[in-house]
């Protein structure tokens, strides 16, 4: 009786890990077949590029575009003024999505200050996109000729910058991974064969959205923001990175209030808060009301409000 409980045992637990075993598997192989091209090599000694985007070579030169709208058209405003522009980095919000360009901060924001704007934001991006296109090269005649570099920080953000799970399901762009060392180095991380299945996707996103600390969360944003400033000082030490907090639909408020933007601002950041700027208009304009339709996008009476207050903000 007791061989016979013994052999069953055994027998069960054969399966389970023959089962683990073609389960990850497959795992990887669909990884491989979704996600055919791997480019550890592109990036600078700090930052490392998990895989190519689909659509690689178009958004690479800044071609991208949604399917449905030419969304190209947005990506520079005011090029006939010679006067030093803004760089305008983030995600939807700040590139416009469901807007016609005109209706963009890009555009307006171009026409109050009469210089060139760059709308180098990117469709569910995060601060690390951001990273990734300044330290790309491909932008550096644009930043030398800016003044400033505009980055719009939402609450998703926050947990955006600390896992790439989501850049093998819904997002087409590339998610950066790194280790933070005496609180102030970037290193490389090498991708174990693990971290390239959908559960291990799945289990890091549920880490870093439910289980991670805030304070272990905004210490990976924070230095994606320093490091970001870097990279751009480097290519022109005159411009200067400002941050926009813009409460987005997930309502994380504590990413957003949190006095530790204080760090980035003793750093030399400029951080500002949607809010506060449109509360001098008797107005919120991260309110449902300025929101498009079942999307939560910023409508355009957003930017018609926010573009003034960011030019006396600034002092453009």
Not at 55 to 80: C, H, L, P, S
Not at 248 to 264: A, G, I, P, V, Y
Request: charged content about 25%.
């Amino acid at each position: 009786m007791k061989k016979r409980i013994k052999t069953i045992v055994i027998s069960i637990i054969s399966v389970l890990l023959l089962s683990l075993i073609i389960f990850i598997v497959i795992d990887v192989l669909a990884f491989k077949i979704l996600c055919p091209i791997q480019d550890n090599a592109k990036g600078s000694a700090n930052f490392t590029l998990i895989k190519k985007p689909y659509n690689y070579r178009i958004w690479k030169k800044m071609k991208y575009r949604q399917i449905k709208n030419n969304d190209a058209k947005k990506v520079v405003f005011g090029t006939e003024n010679s006067t030093p522009g803004v760089i305008l980095l983030g995600c939807e919000y700040m590139y416009g999505i469901n807007l016609n360009p005109e209706q963009t901060l890009g555009a307006k924001l171009s026409k109050i200050i009469d210089a060139p704007v760059y709308n180098l934001a990117v469709l569910s991006g995060g601060p690390q996109h951001a990273l990734l296109k300044v330290e790309s090269g491909d932008y550096d005649d644009e930043i030398r000729n800016s003044k400033y570099a505009i980055y719009l920080a939402t609450g998703e953000h926050s947990w955006r910058a600390s896992t790439y799970s989501n850049g093998y399901f819904m997002e087409k762009y590339t998610w950066p991974r790194y280790v933070i060392k005496e609180n102030k180095l970037v290193y490389h991380k090498k991708i174990s064969l693990f971290e390239k299945t959908y559960i291990y996707q799945y289990l890091n996103k549920f880490y870093w959205t439910k289980l991670a600390s805030f304070d272990k969360t905004f210490d990976i944003v924070k230095m994606h923001f320093l490091k970001l400033n870097e990279e751009l000082k480097k290519i022109n030490p005159k411009i200067s990175l400002v941050i926009i907090l813009f409460q987005d639909n997930d309502n994380n408020l504590e990413f957003l209030t949190t006095d530790r933007w204080k760090e980035l601002k003793n750093a030399g950041i400029v951080v500002l808060d949607a809010d506060e700027m449109s509360l001098k208009n008797d107005i919120i304009v991260t309110s449902q009301e300025y929101r498009l339709p079942n999307l939560g996008h910023p409508r355009e009476k957003v930017w018609d409000v926010l573009a003034p207050e960011i030019k006396q903000e600034l002092n453009l």
